[in-house]
Protein backbone atom coordinates (compact mmCIF):
# COMPACT_ATOMS: atom_id res chain seq x y z
CA UNK A 1 0.00 0.00 0.00
CA UNK A 2 1.53 3.16 -0.92
CA UNK A 3 1.61 5.82 2.11
CA UNK A 4 -0.03 9.19 1.85
CA UNK A 5 2.45 12.03 2.45
CA UNK A 6 1.58 14.99 3.16
CA UNK A 7 1.93 18.01 1.39
CA UNK A 8 1.25 22.23 0.39
CA UNK A 9 0.60 23.85 3.70
CA UNK A 10 0.70 21.21 6.30
CA UNK A 11 3.98 19.98 4.69
CA UNK A 12 5.56 23.31 4.98
CA UNK A 13 4.35 23.60 8.55
CA UNK A 14 6.16 20.57 9.78
CA UNK A 15 9.14 21.16 7.67
CA UNK A 16 9.88 24.65 9.35
CA UNK A 17 8.81 22.90 12.96
CA UNK A 18 12.08 20.67 11.97
CA UNK A 19 14.76 23.24 11.13
CA UNK A 20 13.20 26.17 14.28
CA UNK A 21 11.77 23.93 16.87
CA UNK A 22 14.43 21.07 16.91
CA UNK A 23 17.15 22.76 17.15
CA UNK A 24 16.32 24.98 19.84
CA UNK A 25 14.75 21.68 22.00
CA UNK A 26 18.23 20.09 21.67
CA UNK A 27 20.53 22.85 22.96
CA UNK A 28 17.90 23.76 25.92
CA UNK A 29 19.15 20.33 26.35
CA UNK A 30 22.27 20.65 25.98
CA UNK A 31 21.96 17.26 23.26
CA UNK A 32 24.56 16.98 19.75
CA UNK A 33 23.79 14.20 17.36
CA UNK A 34 26.06 12.69 14.45
CA UNK A 35 23.01 11.98 12.10
CA UNK A 36 19.40 12.98 11.24
CA UNK A 37 18.11 9.51 12.58
CA UNK A 38 19.85 10.35 16.06
CA UNK A 39 18.54 13.52 16.21
CA UNK A 40 14.73 12.29 15.31
CA UNK A 41 14.92 9.22 17.81
CA UNK A 42 15.66 12.23 20.71
CA UNK A 43 12.68 14.22 19.88
CA UNK A 44 10.73 12.16 19.86
CA UNK A 45 11.48 10.35 23.47
CA UNK A 46 12.22 13.85 24.33
CA UNK A 47 9.77 15.28 27.21
CA UNK A 48 8.53 18.69 26.18
CA UNK A 49 7.19 19.45 29.22
CA UNK A 50 10.45 18.97 31.23
CA UNK A 51 12.49 21.22 33.25
CA UNK A 52 15.10 21.98 30.23
CA UNK A 53 12.92 21.36 27.03
CA UNK A 54 9.63 23.84 28.72
CA UNK A 55 12.70 26.49 28.49
CA UNK A 56 12.43 26.29 24.98
CA UNK A 57 8.15 27.31 24.45
CA UNK A 58 6.52 30.53 24.75
CA UNK A 59 3.47 28.88 26.53
CA UNK A 60 1.47 25.25 27.00
CA UNK A 61 -0.18 26.05 23.58
CA UNK A 62 2.90 26.04 21.60
CA UNK A 63 3.75 22.57 23.53
CA UNK A 64 0.65 21.50 22.66
CA UNK A 65 1.32 22.40 18.76
CA UNK A 66 5.13 21.01 18.86
CA UNK A 67 3.96 17.48 19.82
CA UNK A 68 0.83 17.23 16.73
CA UNK A 69 3.70 18.10 14.95
CA UNK A 70 6.41 15.69 15.95
CA UNK A 71 3.79 13.11 15.86
CA UNK A 72 3.33 13.90 11.97
CA UNK A 73 6.61 13.40 11.11
CA UNK A 74 6.19 9.88 9.42
CA UNK A 75 3.73 11.41 6.93
CA UNK A 76 6.95 13.39 5.40
CA UNK A 77 8.67 12.34 2.83
CA UNK A 78 11.60 10.53 3.93
CA UNK A 79 14.17 12.65 1.48
CA UNK A 80 12.54 15.77 2.50
CA UNK A 81 12.74 15.07 6.41
CA UNK A 82 15.90 13.60 6.52
CA UNK A 83 17.05 17.04 4.54
CA UNK A 84 15.48 19.17 7.52
CA UNK A 85 16.71 16.87 9.62
CA UNK A 86 20.61 17.50 8.59
CA UNK A 87 19.58 21.27 8.53
CA UNK A 88 18.58 21.38 11.88
CA UNK A 89 22.09 19.71 12.68
CA UNK A 90 23.14 22.33 11.08
CA UNK A 91 21.11 25.01 13.43
CA UNK A 92 21.94 23.52 16.28
CA UNK A 93 26.07 23.88 15.62
CA UNK A 94 25.50 27.44 14.87
CA UNK A 95 24.47 27.89 17.63
CA UNK A 96 27.05 26.26 20.09
CA UNK A 97 29.39 28.19 18.03
CA UNK A 98 27.65 31.23 18.49
CA UNK A 99 27.31 30.35 22.18
CA UNK A 100 31.39 30.05 22.37
CA UNK A 101 31.58 33.98 21.86
CA UNK A 102 28.36 34.77 23.81
CA UNK A 103 26.70 32.80 26.38
CA UNK A 104 23.40 31.66 25.51
CA UNK A 105 20.61 31.38 28.69
CA UNK A 106 17.87 29.78 26.94
CA UNK A 107 16.66 29.67 23.09
CA UNK A 108 12.82 30.18 22.48
CA UNK A 109 11.03 28.86 19.32
CA UNK A 110 8.69 31.77 18.13
CA UNK A 111 6.25 29.79 16.71
CA UNK A 112 3.37 31.93 16.73
CA UNK A 113 3.31 34.05 19.80
CA UNK A 114 6.58 35.64 20.22
CA UNK A 115 8.41 35.67 23.70
CA UNK A 116 8.07 38.40 26.19
CA UNK A 117 10.55 41.05 25.39
CA UNK A 118 9.98 40.60 21.67
CA UNK A 119 7.45 42.94 19.42
CA UNK A 120 4.59 40.29 18.10
CA UNK A 121 5.22 41.30 14.52
CA UNK A 122 9.17 40.26 14.70
CA UNK A 123 10.01 38.22 11.82
CA UNK A 124 12.28 35.69 14.13
CA UNK A 125 11.85 32.23 13.64
CA UNK A 126 13.63 31.47 17.38
CA UNK A 127 15.43 33.86 19.89
CA UNK A 128 18.42 33.64 21.63
CA UNK A 129 18.24 34.58 25.14
CA UNK A 130 21.64 36.31 26.06
CA UNK A 131 23.11 34.98 29.79
CA UNK A 132 24.46 38.26 30.55
CA UNK A 133 21.57 40.80 31.34
CA UNK A 134 24.15 43.36 31.49
CA UNK A 135 24.88 43.91 27.45
CA UNK A 136 22.69 44.52 25.20
CA UNK A 137 21.17 43.79 22.92
CA UNK A 138 19.53 40.95 25.37
CA UNK A 139 17.54 39.29 22.67
CA UNK A 140 18.48 37.98 19.28
CA UNK A 141 15.99 36.93 16.55
CA UNK A 142 17.01 34.63 14.47
CA UNK A 143 15.30 33.86 10.92
CA UNK A 144 15.84 30.78 9.46
CA UNK A 145 16.44 29.49 5.79
CA UNK A 146 17.17 25.97 4.42
CA UNK A 147 18.57 25.32 0.35
CA UNK A 148 21.80 25.00 -0.90
CA UNK A 149 25.02 27.14 -1.30
CA UNK A 150 23.64 28.66 -4.82
CA UNK A 151 19.67 28.39 -3.40
CA UNK A 152 17.55 31.71 -3.52
CA UNK A 153 15.04 31.06 -0.64
CA UNK A 154 12.49 33.20 -0.60
CA UNK A 155 12.65 36.08 2.21
CA UNK A 156 8.68 36.71 2.54
CA UNK A 157 7.02 32.88 2.19
CA UNK A 158 3.20 33.72 2.73
CA UNK A 159 -0.15 33.51 0.75
CA UNK A 160 -2.29 36.24 -0.84
CA UNK A 161 -5.57 35.94 2.22
CA UNK A 162 -3.29 35.90 4.71
CA UNK A 163 -1.66 38.79 3.48
CA UNK A 164 -4.72 40.97 2.48
CA UNK A 165 -5.75 40.38 6.32
CA UNK A 166 -2.63 41.99 7.92
CA UNK A 167 -3.70 45.57 9.98
CA UNK A 168 -1.30 47.12 7.22
CA UNK A 169 -3.74 46.48 4.10
CA UNK A 170 -6.86 45.72 6.48
CA UNK A 171 -6.91 49.41 7.70
CA UNK A 172 -6.27 51.05 4.61
CA UNK A 173 -8.68 48.68 2.17
CA UNK A 174 -10.61 47.42 4.92
CA UNK A 175 -13.00 45.56 1.96
CA UNK A 176 -9.93 44.10 -0.54
CA UNK A 177 -10.87 40.25 0.46
CA UNK A 178 -14.53 41.05 -0.31
CA UNK A 179 -13.29 43.07 -3.74
CA UNK A 180 -10.89 39.93 -4.81
CA UNK A 181 -13.52 37.48 -3.73
CA UNK A 182 -16.12 39.24 -6.53
CA UNK A 183 -13.08 39.81 -8.96
CA UNK A 184 -12.50 36.04 -8.89
CA UNK A 185 -16.19 34.99 -8.48
CA UNK A 186 -16.58 37.50 -12.06
CA UNK A 187 -14.07 36.66 -14.13
CA UNK A 188 -13.48 32.90 -12.87
CA UNK A 189 -15.07 30.61 -11.56
CA UNK A 190 -18.21 31.48 -12.48
CA UNK A 191 -16.85 30.78 -15.72
CA UNK A 192 -16.55 27.12 -15.13
CA UNK A 193 -18.95 25.54 -17.09
CA UNK A 194 -22.37 24.94 -15.38
CA UNK A 195 -21.67 26.83 -12.44
CA UNK A 196 -24.04 30.17 -13.49
CA UNK A 197 -26.98 27.64 -14.33
CA UNK A 198 -26.64 26.36 -10.98
CA UNK A 199 -29.18 27.85 -8.54
CA UNK A 200 -27.86 27.01 -5.33
CA UNK A 201 -24.10 28.62 -6.27
CA UNK A 202 -23.74 32.40 -6.55
CA UNK A 203 -21.44 35.68 -6.13
CA UNK A 204 -22.04 35.53 -2.17
CA UNK A 205 -22.90 31.57 -1.31
CA UNK A 206 -19.65 30.25 -3.58
CA UNK A 207 -16.73 30.67 -1.10
CA UNK A 208 -17.13 31.71 3.19
CA UNK A 209 -14.48 34.23 4.41
CA UNK A 210 -13.83 34.02 8.18
CA UNK A 211 -11.10 36.34 10.03
CA UNK A 212 -8.40 34.24 9.50
CA UNK A 213 -9.62 31.52 6.70
CA UNK A 214 -11.86 30.28 3.73
CA UNK A 215 -14.31 28.06 3.50
CA UNK A 216 -15.53 27.09 -0.12
CA UNK A 217 -18.62 25.88 -1.04
CA UNK A 218 -19.41 21.68 -1.76
CA UNK A 219 -20.88 23.15 -5.00
CA UNK A 220 -17.88 25.14 -6.11
CA UNK A 221 -15.71 22.05 -5.42
CA UNK A 222 -17.39 19.65 -7.34
CA UNK A 223 -17.64 21.96 -10.37
CA UNK A 224 -13.69 22.95 -9.82
CA UNK A 225 -12.93 18.74 -9.69
CA UNK A 226 -15.09 18.17 -12.56
CA UNK A 227 -13.46 21.11 -14.60
CA UNK A 228 -9.86 19.30 -13.80
CA UNK A 229 -10.92 16.28 -14.84
CA UNK A 230 -12.73 16.40 -18.42
CA UNK A 231 -10.91 19.74 -20.00
CA UNK A 232 -7.54 20.37 -18.10
CA UNK A 233 -7.12 22.96 -20.72
CA UNK A 234 -9.65 25.40 -19.25
CA UNK A 235 -8.67 24.46 -16.50
CA UNK A 236 -5.15 25.87 -17.14
CA UNK A 237 -6.43 28.77 -18.58
CA UNK A 238 -8.55 29.96 -15.25
CA UNK A 239 -6.08 29.54 -13.15
CA UNK A 240 -3.36 31.72 -15.15
CA UNK A 241 -6.57 34.09 -15.36
CA UNK A 242 -6.46 33.93 -11.03
CA UNK A 243 -3.30 34.45 -11.11
CA UNK A 244 -3.40 37.61 -12.88
CA UNK A 245 -6.03 38.83 -10.73
CA UNK A 246 -4.79 38.44 -7.34
CA UNK A 247 -1.25 39.86 -9.10
CA UNK A 248 -2.90 42.94 -10.30
CA UNK A 249 -4.94 43.12 -6.76
CA UNK A 250 -1.27 44.18 -5.13
CA UNK A 251 0.17 46.18 -7.85
CA UNK A 252 -2.92 48.48 -7.29
CA UNK A 253 -2.28 48.25 -3.42
CA UNK A 254 1.33 49.02 -3.42
CA UNK A 255 1.12 51.72 -5.99
CA UNK A 256 -1.64 53.29 -4.33
CA UNK A 257 -0.16 54.14 -0.96
CA UNK A 258 3.83 54.20 -0.73
CA UNK A 259 3.23 54.54 3.34
CA UNK A 260 1.24 50.96 3.38
CA UNK A 261 3.59 49.54 1.03
CA UNK A 262 6.99 50.40 2.97
CA UNK A 263 4.92 49.61 6.46
CA UNK A 264 4.66 46.29 4.83
CA UNK A 265 7.77 45.14 3.53
CA UNK A 266 9.37 46.43 7.33
CA UNK A 267 6.95 44.10 9.12
CA UNK A 268 6.59 41.27 6.45
CA UNK A 269 10.06 41.03 4.50
CA UNK A 270 12.37 39.54 6.73
CA UNK A 271 14.77 42.17 6.63
CA UNK A 272 18.13 41.93 8.54
CA UNK A 273 17.96 44.46 11.96
CA UNK A 274 20.60 45.88 13.93
CA UNK A 275 19.85 48.99 15.89
CA UNK A 276 16.62 48.17 17.12
CA UNK A 277 15.78 46.41 20.44
CA UNK A 278 15.96 43.16 19.35
CA UNK A 279 18.18 42.59 15.92
CA UNK A 280 17.72 39.83 14.02
CA UNK A 281 20.05 37.42 11.84
CA UNK A 282 19.85 35.68 8.88
CA UNK A 283 21.11 32.09 9.15
CA UNK A 284 21.20 29.75 6.20
CA UNK A 285 21.30 26.43 6.52
CA UNK A 286 23.06 24.37 3.61
CA UNK A 287 23.19 20.27 4.62
CA UNK A 288 24.24 19.99 8.33
CA UNK A 289 26.20 23.10 8.20
CA UNK A 290 24.97 26.82 9.02
CA UNK A 291 25.98 29.90 9.06
CA UNK A 292 24.68 33.72 8.57
CA UNK A 293 23.76 35.00 5.28
CA UNK A 294 24.75 38.14 3.32
CA UNK A 295 22.67 41.43 4.19
CA UNK A 296 19.88 42.06 2.06
CA UNK A 297 20.37 45.64 0.50
CA UNK A 298 16.74 46.25 0.88
CA UNK A 299 17.30 47.03 4.75
CA UNK A 300 19.39 49.75 3.92
CA UNK A 301 17.53 51.12 1.02
CA UNK A 302 13.78 51.24 2.48
CA UNK A 303 13.84 54.27 4.93
CA UNK A 304 15.15 56.10 1.86
CA UNK A 305 12.73 55.19 -0.57
CA UNK A 306 10.84 57.82 -1.98
CA UNK A 307 8.80 56.13 -4.59
CA UNK A 308 7.56 52.71 -5.24
CA UNK A 309 6.08 50.77 -8.66
CA UNK A 310 4.80 47.44 -9.05
CA UNK A 311 4.02 45.93 -12.16
CA UNK A 312 3.97 42.71 -14.00
CA UNK A 313 6.44 40.69 -15.53
CA UNK A 314 5.97 40.41 -18.95
CA UNK A 315 5.20 37.29 -20.22
CA UNK A 316 5.48 35.77 -17.26
CA UNK A 317 1.92 33.61 -15.49
CA UNK A 318 3.21 34.42 -12.04
CA UNK A 319 6.28 36.85 -11.46
CA UNK A 320 6.26 40.72 -10.48
CA UNK A 321 8.56 43.28 -9.60
CA UNK A 322 8.22 46.24 -6.67
CA UNK A 323 10.87 48.98 -7.96
CA UNK A 324 12.34 50.91 -4.84
CA UNK A 325 13.59 54.17 -5.75
CA UNK A 326 15.05 57.28 -3.55
CA UNK A 327 15.66 60.90 -4.27
CA UNK A 328 19.14 60.24 -5.64
CA UNK A 329 17.78 57.73 -8.20
CA UNK A 330 19.08 54.99 -6.42
CA UNK A 331 16.55 51.86 -7.32
CA UNK A 332 15.72 47.70 -6.15
CA UNK A 333 13.92 45.67 -7.62
CA UNK A 334 12.37 43.27 -5.92
CA UNK A 335 11.66 39.90 -7.51
CA UNK A 336 7.92 39.12 -6.17
CA UNK A 337 6.32 35.80 -7.30
CA UNK A 338 2.23 34.69 -6.63
CA UNK A 339 1.89 30.89 -7.13
CA UNK A 340 0.07 27.69 -6.46
CA UNK A 341 1.65 26.10 -3.51
CA UNK A 342 1.55 22.40 -5.47
CA UNK A 343 -0.80 20.77 -7.99
CA UNK A 344 -4.48 19.99 -8.57
CA UNK A 345 -5.49 16.65 -7.78
CA UNK A 346 -8.14 14.78 -6.95
CA UNK A 347 -6.84 13.47 -3.30
CA UNK A 348 -6.07 16.78 -2.28
CA UNK A 349 -8.27 19.51 -3.75
CA UNK A 350 -5.65 22.40 -2.75
CA UNK A 351 -3.69 23.39 -5.83
CA UNK A 352 -4.08 26.26 -8.37
CA UNK A 353 -8.16 26.59 -8.59
CA UNK A 354 -8.26 24.79 -5.54
CA UNK A 355 -6.35 27.51 -3.69
CA UNK A 356 -9.18 30.24 -4.13
CA UNK A 357 -7.86 33.19 -2.30
CA UNK A 358 -4.79 31.36 -0.68
CA UNK A 359 -1.85 31.35 -3.73
CA UNK A 360 1.71 31.46 -2.26
CA UNK A 361 2.95 34.80 -2.15
CA UNK A 362 6.61 35.35 -2.43
CA UNK A 363 9.86 37.67 -2.66
CA UNK A 364 12.76 35.70 -3.39
CA UNK A 365 15.26 38.90 -3.70
CA UNK A 366 16.45 41.77 -5.02
Known sequence: MTRSYLSGGEQTTINSTITELFPALAF?????????????????????SGVRASK???????VDAATKAIDKLDLIRPSIKDTKLKNAIGILNYLYEYNKKRKIEKVIWGYREKPRGVPNNHAGDIFIFHADKKVKPNIVGISLKAGTKSSKEPKLNSYVGTTLRKDVWKKKYPNIMDDLKDKLWNDVYSKIPGVKENKNIN????????????????????????????DPLVFEALYVRMNMICRKTFIELIN???NSTKNWIEEEFRLEKK???????????????????????????LPQTTNIKAYLKSGSVQEWFIDLMTKDKKKLTLNMTIRSDSEYREAKQKGKLGAYLMLKLLYRGS
Open 275 to 301: NVEVPMILVKAIGNKAESSSTDPLRDI
Open 56 to 62: TFVNSGN
Open 256 to 258: KDI
Open 203 to 230: SKSWIELTGSRQKPSKVIQEYVLALFKT
Open 28 to 48: NTSAKFRSSSELETYIRNLNL
